[in-house]
């Protein structure tokens, strides 16, 4: 409750024009939105861009944002989105999907991490849900609202995902 | 579940986190004060110069040459290499070591010891020339053909599917087809060393530099001179993509000539530009003091201590490549409403040169 309240504090002094509520409200939201783009896409450059891109996009809303409204869903629904339309681009290029054909991704390899090679076999819209629920705390209704799709097929990908995942690790 | 993901190690985090804080700060400095707020505006300009003032202090010594406040900042940690680049095409790079064509994924082919080049218009062959040769190559460097003439310089290529052109300096202007036949004179008698432009969507007219520093379009059928301009101290000739504009990057500034008669249409400031493809906006340098500015329309999209020096357009025209000697860099600046700056470190290394490579250009997608 406190939290929302500071929130909504820091939001009315960044349309105001401080600096430091604004970075407040960057050092809260930055670090998950960055993260969530990167297990999404898998790629640090993109995840980089796409966290920057919807942070500029917030920030060139902040005038009109709502602020009954908490920030942090509004700009990871930005960034989610855009990481599957990355990834959806990527595609379309025919780019060699190293999750594909490979049993981990070289960053994967680097970081030893079993649980960033598991969801790498996943695909991005399975990512995506996964990412939405338990990193970004999104309700499932929250999910289907924010991508767009029926309640039951988040509820599937949720449930096929983690099976995925409990298999693989 | 969460803590797992969270623990997942994400690859130069920190780095981001402070080159996204950078932009998005900078992009807040510059957010234009709605009613009621303007007192807000001030002091929050203030706030985000004593912040930057505070990190040019605290950094270590060397870096971006004093990190002065600059409208995008995005330079503190370069890619130490051209990795990739953000947008399709590929580039044609002159170094010390000779000419190279870079594509989209970073992998870059030294074609051979030529001093200069220039795409063809479909971007499938590249002409280059060295002290006496003029060759049509393959990006993969492959020679087409060849052409031995004395202090060949600024080839340029123009045409259609079927029919093409190369107009280059020598003793005087001339011009070769696509194919390596036909070399002759080039209408005009003696021109300065200013690169010949051709004018895009016309049957094969080509602008060319007089002695005197006039700018004129002469039409190689009949060589029939359109039109001649007041003297100019031209050292590059740029036309827009639509033939209705023609830029002159001179010693004493530019000059956008109206692409139909010659006349000035407008004197814009700047050191250097390029027409933003598709359109009559251009991208300039300004130069003031210490610092230099790559402006766009009313936008500074990038300013930097030092000498900024070429740009080159990304062919979807949402990228612009920029020169910063000073820093052995190339800054790629995100100009279609995004404030994302990508800059490339050790750029002389990378093409085995001593002075700064030039980007010839970035073509095709």
Known sequence: MREARDER?????????????????????WPRAFRAAYLVTHDAA????????????????????????????????IVVNRAIDWTRTRRLRAEVELADVLPATPEASMTGDETFSALARLSPEHRAVI????????????????????????????????????DEL | MRPELERIEIPGEQHARERAWTVASAAFAERRPVNGRRRMWRPAIAVVAVVAALAA??????????????DAVGVEHPQPALFSLPAPGRLLVASDAGIWV?????????????????????????????????AALEPDGGVRWTLARPGVRSPRWTGSETDTRIAYLGRQPRVVAGDGSGDEPLCAASVRRVAPAWR??????????????????????GCLRRWTSSPTRARRLEWSSDGARLLVI??????????????????????????????????????????????????TLFRGAGE?????????????????????????????????IRAVSNVSEQFRSRSFPRVEGWCCE
């Open chain 1, 131 to 166: 990412v939405m629920r338990y990193l970004l705390e999104f309700t499932p209704g929250e999910i289907a609202e924010a991508l767009d799709l029926p309640r039951g097929t988040v509820n599937s990908r949720l449930r096929r995902g983690l099976d995925a995942l409990g």
């Open chain 2, 57 to 70: 202090v605290l950094s270590p010594p060397g870096r971006a040459v004093l990190d002065e406040i600059r």
């Open chain 2, 200 to 221: 895009p969507q016309a049957q094969l007219a080509v602008a060319l530099t007089a002695p005197s520093g006039a700018v004129y379009v002469v039409d190689l059928d």
């Open chain 2, 102 to 134: 870079v594509q989209q994924d970073g992998s870059k082919r030294l074609l051979g010891p030529y001093r200069e080049a220039s795409w063809s218009p479909f971007g499938r062959f590249v002409v280059a020339a060295s002290e006496n040769e003029l």
């Open chain 1, 9 to 29: 504090a820091r939001v009315r002094g960044a349309q105001r024009g401080s600096v430091s509520d604004l970075e407040a409200l960057f050092r809260t939201h």
């Open chain 1, 46 to 77: 993109a995840a980089e861009d796409i966290a920057q891109e919807s942070f500029l996009a917030a920030l060139r809303a902040l005038d009109r944002f709502d602020r009954r409204r908490p920030l942090g869903p509004w700009l990871h629904r």
């Open chain 2, 308 to 340: 900024l020096r070429g740009l080159a357009w990304s062919p979807d025209g949402r990228w612009l490549l920029v020169g910063w000697p000073a820093a052995d860099q190339w800054v790629l600046v995100r100009a279609d409403g995004g404030r994302r």
């Open chain 2, 250 to 299: 001179g010693s004493d500034g530019l000059r956008v000539l109206d692409g139909r008669t010659g006349e000035v249409v407008a004197r814009p400031r700047g050191a250097d530009a390029a027409f933003h493809p598709g359109t009559h906006e251009l991208a300039r340098i300004e130069t003031r003091d210490d610092t230099s500015a790559v402006v766009l329309g009313a936008r």
